[in-house]
T-cell receptor, first 111, second 115 residues
Framework: DQQVKQNSPSLSVQEGRISILNCDYT??????FLWYKKYPAEGPTFLIS?????DKNEDGRFTVFLNKSAKHLSLHIVPSQPGDSAVYFC??????????FGPGTRLSVLP | KAGVTQTPRYLIKTRGQQVTLSCSPI?????VSWYQQTPGQGLQFLFE???????NKGNFPGRFSGRQFSNSRSEMNVSTLELGDSALYLC??????????????FGPGTRLTVL
């Protein structure tokens, strides 16, 4: 039973437009959420995080939104660049426990 | 500061064999976690070691084991390999215990293929 779901295996976006990656979770005890980016032949790299006490966190072109009532979070990338093409993983955690990762969404930014 | 390193990067084994993977964390980091990544499943947590003690364990059979040395380097062992063990095995390190940390730093992974 996947506690963290990323229902879109892939997403294609035109360069300069907005990319929206979605993540749904089932465990209402999750209190901390992260996004990682992974390029081929490299390990995942941390992108941005959000605590459950917030509903938005912004870092440059990246913004994460959290909707606790819907158990949904999303990552917005504006504007999208070709270098953003990668697999994006959503992860969540109950404090004191290990991180649970989603299956990932492959983003392709087309020039 | 050097990142997390994993050796070997690629490995081919046959069913029934055993394998040992190695991970060197970022200097000063005391926690090492291991994950299995397979297509469509994302990263599945295997276990975490902190100060040479296993702190947390995922839902994997006993064929998967690990250990951590006094210098924080960690090894992961899989015995009696099965075809389904083919995956990318990722190691991640963090300064403190995984339960109390905000993020982890991943190595490039070891690609294991079981024939």
């Amino acid at each position: 039973d996947q506690q963290v779901k990323q229902n879109s295996p892939s997403l294609s976006v035109q360069e300069g437009r907005i990319s929206i990656l979605n993540c749904d979770y089932t465990n209402s005890m999750f209190d901390y959420f992260l996004w990682y980016k992974k390029y081929p032949a490299e390990g995942p790299t941390f992108l941005i995080s959000i605590s459950s006490i917030k509903d938005k966190n912004e870092d440059g072109r990246f913004t994460v939104f959290l909707n606790k009532s819907a158990k949904h979070l999303s990552l917005h990338i504006v504007p999208s660049q070709p270098g953003d093409s990668a697999v994006y993983f959503c992860a969540a955690r109950v404090y004191g426990q290990n991180f649970v990762f989603g299956p990932g969404t492959r983003l392709s930014v087309l020039p | 500061k050097a990142g997390v390193t994993q050796t070997p990067r690629y490995l081919i084994k046959t069913r029934g064999q055993q394998v040992t993977l190695s991970c060197s964390p970022i200097s000063g980091h005391r926690s090492v976690s291991w994950y299995q990544q397979t297509p469509g499943q994302g990263l599945q947590f295997l276990f975490e070691y902190f100060s040479e003690t296993q702190r947390n364990k995922g839902n994997f059979p006993g064929r998967f084991s690990g250990r951590q040395f006094s210098n924080s380097r960690s090894e992961m062992n899989v015995s009696t390999l099965e075809l389904g063990d083919s995956a990318l095995y990722l190691c991640a390190s963090s300064l403190g215990e995984l339960a109390n940390t905000d993020t982890q730093y991943f190595g490039p992974g070891t690609r294991l293929t079981v024939l």
